[in-house]
């Protein structure tokens, strides 16, 4: 039975990824675009292959000259031999004709060689700048941002300009020169003749321009539809167990029907006018042929013209215009590769919001004494999440951070490690600020567990030597004996070398826990930092944990988000967080006898109450 959809759920796009995050990105893709900006760009990585391409057209000359040669040898045989009946002379100049036309093909699949390999030299290039760009953006950025938009521009636009720099820079190049090789030959062979042979590139280049013109707008637009569908198909996958849990396949399948057939509105017109070019540039060229032949035929019924060169012009009627239609054609569809690069300089061109100031110090030898001083903060401006805090976390001391879910616990981690920067206020880490601190020396000596847990496509053995990737193999299997999970490690079939599944799937949130710990323990950081470290695991486990944990901690300062409140009761000082404003601070038992906010969070975990009846 077929749903019907309401024009509200057709607006709406699963997960919200290619939608609300993916706005950023989309909303600069509808922007008008400065074309001779990114051919310069996509030049200028292209010229870092100077001299293969210098070979590259010297052999594309070569072949060119090959290609011209056999006509005219042809329309020789015609007039010096046919005619006379010379069949030595005739065979001969066969022979030789047979030899260009090999040559010719030769050299044109040796160019062909060296231009795949240009081209994806220039691609990987490309990709690698990308890349090497994306890891320098700052997370919000990526909050804005949809991974499957972000892919999208790594495969398929990437993908575009590979193809037209693989296919068409040599055809292009080769085109050129057979174009103004045919028309030099042609003038100097007959000007009539000639004049005639190119009376058609008007109509070329004014159909072209008027095609280019409707086209580019609707690659551009072709692409941005198939990055909001390539979004909506990664978040779908990776959030697969909640559309089962809530048995919306049936709901996802209309949504991704509606974005799919989108898509195919969008490539219908971006390739309509292209369906219509290739017809009528075969019309234009057969006209051209038939306007060579009766002039030709013309002209050798005068006497002002060889039977034999007449042939010459025919052939060289084909070779001109096969080229102009050829570069027309690519001239359409290097406008999707210019869309795709177009998106791909979007994300290059994205500034970095955290960075280093020049004269920005290292920091070594941490003591781990950390003040937080007025500090105010908003994800969005406008709306702060943090109001005016300040604490002070002296060398070793535990600090616990406690309260309502979306209080700004976790944000003040955020700040510590300078996922982002603060809006006002100062944050000081052994008495430096630390937005005068190297950010990568700073985040070297935290070690972080966060509540969502990450773990890469490798072996066990990678995945925790990740927290330092010198660590020996001794190394690394002390510190998953530390965090407890060599337990669970060593009934695995491979132990150690056994390869994880995409983000640990093939593991339980617990393992995948116990494995983010033991890569914190072998970082050995000076200060930790543990959110919700102890969540996903069972009480026998998070036993465990914390006695592992507690020996991590001594002499480190340490941050600990936990809302099971009874995992906090050694903190030398919980902060108790309300809305972005610290409302409490003290040690458990202080807080306790304090009978205030601190006291009813607790209680209310042993009595069953919720935060708001308190």
Same mark, same amino acid.
Request: glycine fraction near 8%; include cysteine; hydrophobic fraction near 45%.
């Given at each position: 039975?077929?749903?019907?959809?309401?024009?509200?759920?057709?607006?709406?796009?699963?997960?919200?990824?290619?939608?609300?995050?993916?706005?950023?990105?989309?909303?600069?893709?509808?922007?008008?675009?400065?074309?001779?900006?990114?051919?310069?760009?996509?030049?200028?990585?292209?010229?870092?292959?100077?001299?293969?391409?210098?070979?590259?057209?010297?052999?594309?000359?070569?072949?060119?000259?090959?290609?011209?040669?056999?006509?005219?040898?042809?329309?020789?045989?015609?007039?010096?031999?046919?005619?006379?009946?010379?069949?030595?002379?005739?065979?001969?100049?066969?022979?030789?004709?047979?030899?260009?036309?090999?040559?010719?093909?030769?050299?044109?699949?040796?160019?062909?060689?060296?231009?795949?390999?240009?081209?994806?030299?220039?691609?990987?290039?490309?990709?690698?700048?990308?890349?090497?760009?994306?890891?320098?953006?700052?997370?919000?950025?990526?909050?804005?941002?949809?991974?499957?938009?972000?892919?999208?521009?790594?495969?398929?636009?990437?993908?575009?300009?590979?193809?037209?720099?693989?296919?068409?820079?040599?055809?292009?190049?080769?085109?050129?020169?057979?174009? =103004?090789? *045919?028309?030099?030959?042609?003038?100097?062979?007959?000007? #009539?003749?000639? %004049?005639?042979?190119? $009376? +058609?590139?008007? !109509?070329?280049?004014?159909?072209?321009?008027?095609?280019?013109?409707?086209?580019?707008?609707?690659?551009?637009?072709?692409?941005?539809?198939?990055?909001?569908?390539?979004?909506?198909?990664?978040?779908?996958?990776?959030?697969?167990?909640?559309?089962?849990?809530?048995?919306?396949?049936?709901?996802?399948?209309?949504?991704?029907?509606?974005?799919?057939?989108?898509?195919?509105?969008?490539?219908?017109?971006?390739?309509?006018?292209?369906?219509?070019?290739?017809?009528?540039?075969?019309?234009?060229?057969?006209?051209?042929? =038939?306007? *060579?032949?009766?002039?030709?035929?013309?002209?050798?019924? #005068?006497?002002? %013209?060889?039977?034999? $060169? +007449?042939?010459? !012009?025919?052939?060289?009627?084909?070779?001109?215009?096969?080229?102009?239609?050829?570069?027309?054609?690519?001239?359409?569809?290097?406008?999707?590769?210019?869309?795709?690069?177009?998106?791909?300089?979007?994300?290059?061109?994205?500034?970095?919001?955290?960075?280093?100031?020049?004269?920005?110090?290292?920091?070594?030898?941490?003591?781990?004494?950390?003040?937080?001083?007025?500090?105010?903060?908003?994800?969005?401006?406008?709306?702060?999440?943090?109001?005016?805090?300040?604490?002070?976390?002296?060398?070793?001391?535990?600090? =616990?951070? *406690?309260?309502?879910?979306?209080?700004?616990?976790?944000?003040?981690?955020? %700040?510590?490690?300078?996922?982002?920067?603060?809006?006002?206020?100062?944050?000081?880490?052994?008495?430096?600020?630390?937005?005068?601190?190297?950010?990568?020396?700073?985040?070297?000596?935290?070690?972080?567990?966060?509540?969502?847990?990450?773990?890469?496509?490798?072996?066990?053995?990678?995945?925790?030597?990740?927290?330092?990737?010198?660590?020996?193999?001794?190394?690394?299997?002390?510190?998953?004996?530390?965090?407890?999970?060599?337990?669970?490690?060593?009934?695995?079939?491979?132990?150690?070398?056994?390869?994880?599944?995409?983000?640990?799937?093939?593991?339980?949130?617990?393992?995948?826990?116990?494995?983010?710990?033991?890569?914190?323990?072998?970082?050995?950081?000076?200060?930790?930092?543990?959110?919700?470290?102890?969540?996903?695991?069972?009480?026998?486990?998070?036993?465990?944990?914390?006695?592992?944990?507690?020996?991590?901690?001594?002499?480190?300062?340490?941050?600990?988000?936990?809302?099971?409140?009874?995992?906090?009761?050694?903190?030398?000082?919980?902060?108790?967080?309300?809305?972005?404003?610290?409302?409490?601070?003290?040690?458990?038992?202080?807080?306790?006898?304090?009978?205030?906010?601190?006291?009813?969070?607790?209680?209310?975990?042993?009595?069953?109450?919720?935060?708001?009846?308190?």
């Amino acid at each position: 039975m077929n749903v019907p959809i309401s024009e509200d759920q057709k607006k709406r796009v699963p997960f919200g990824g290619a939608g609300e995050k993916g706005g950023k990105i989309l909303a600069s893709a509808e922007r008008a675009k400065d074309k001779r900006s990114v051919m310069v760009r996509l030049w200028g990585y292209l010229s870092s292959q100077g001299r293969k391409l210098l070979l590259v057209v010297f052999l594309v000359a070569a072949a060119t000259g090959f290609e011209l040669l056999g006509p005219y040898l042809m329309g020789v045989a015609i007039d010096k031999y046919i005619a006379t009946g010379n069949l030595r002379g005739l065979a001969f100049i066969v022979c030789i004709m047979i030899l260009a036309y090999i040559m010719g093909s030769g050299i044109t699949l040796v160019q062909s060689l060296i231009m795949a390999e240009v081209s994806q030299d220039t691609v990987r290039h490309l990709r690698k700048d990308l890349f090497s760009h994306l890891q320098t953006l700052s997370l919000r950025f990526f909050d804005q941002s949809s991974h499957g938009n972000l892919l999208s521009r790594f495969s398929n636009d990437v993908e575009n300009i590979s193809n037209v720099l693989n296919e068409g820079a040599a055809q292009f190049i080769a085109g050129v020169l057979m174009i =103004a090789s *045919v028309t030099v030959v042609m003038f100097m062979m007959d000007m #009539k003749m000639a %004049l005639v042979t190119i $009376s +058609v590139m008007p !109509f070329v280049f004014l159909l072209t321009k008027w095609i280019a013109a409707r086209t580019r707008k609707g690659y551009r637009m072709q692409q941005q539809s198939l990055g909001i569908l390539n979004g909506v198909i990664e978040e779908t996958v990776v959030g697969q167990r909640v559309v089962k849990a809530y048995c919306k396949e049936h709901d996802v399948i209309q949504s991704f029907d509606r974005l799919n057939l989108d898509y195919r509105d969008s490539a219908v017109k971006a390739q309509t006018y292209m369906t219509v070019f290739g017809p009528i540039f075969g019309f234009l060229n057969n006209m051209n042929f =038939a306007m *060579v032949a009766c002039a030709g035929g013309y002209f050798a019924l #005068k006497g002002s %013209l060889t039977v034999g $060169s +007449v042939a010459v !012009f025919l052939s060289y009627s084909r070779q001109f215009f096969r080229p102009v239609t050829q570069i027309s054609a690519m001239y359409n569809s290097i406008q999707s590769a210019l869309a795709g690069a177009e998106r791909v300089f979007e994300v290059m061109g994205e500034e970095p919001e955290i960075v280093d100031i020049p004269d920005a110090q290292p920091l070594t030898n941490i003591r781990g004494d950390v003040i937080f001083e007025h500090v105010t903060f908003a994800y969005e401006k406008g709306n702060p999440v943090l109001k005016d805090i300040s604490l002070h976390a002296s060398p070793g001391e535990t600090i =616990a951070l *406690v309260g309502p879910t979306g209080a700004g616990k976790t944000t003040i981690i955020n %700040l510590l490690t300078r996922f982002y920067d603060i809006e006002s206020g100062n944050i000081y880490v052994d008495g430096q600020r630390i937005d005068q601190i190297q950010k990568n020396s700073l985040r070297r000596q935290l070690g972080i567990v966060l509540q969502e847990t990450f773990l890469f496509s490798d072996t066990v053995m990678e995945n925790i030597r990740y927290g330092k990737l010198e660590a020996t193999d001794e190394e690394v299997i002390a510190a998953a004996e530390l965090s407890g999970a060599s337990s669970f490690i060593n009934r695995l079939p491979k132990n150690y070398e056994t390869p994880l599944a995409e983000k640990g799937s093939n593991l339980s949130h617990g393992q995948r826990q116990l494995l983010s710990i033991a890569r914190a323990i072998l970082a050995d950081p000076s200060i930790l930092i543990l959110d919700e470290a102890t969540s996903s695991v069972d009480t026998r486990t998070e036993i465990n944990i914390q006695t592992a944990l507690l020996k991590l901690m001594e002499g480190r300062t340490s941050f600990v988000i936990a809302h099971r409140l009874s995992t906090i009761r050694g903190a030398d000082n919980v902060i108790v967080i309300d809305k972005g404003e610290i409302v409490e601070q003290g040690t458990h038992i202080e807080l306790l006898a304090k009978k205030g906010f601190y006291s009813r969070l607790y209680m209310s975990q042993f009595k069953g109450r919720s935060i708001s009846d308190l």
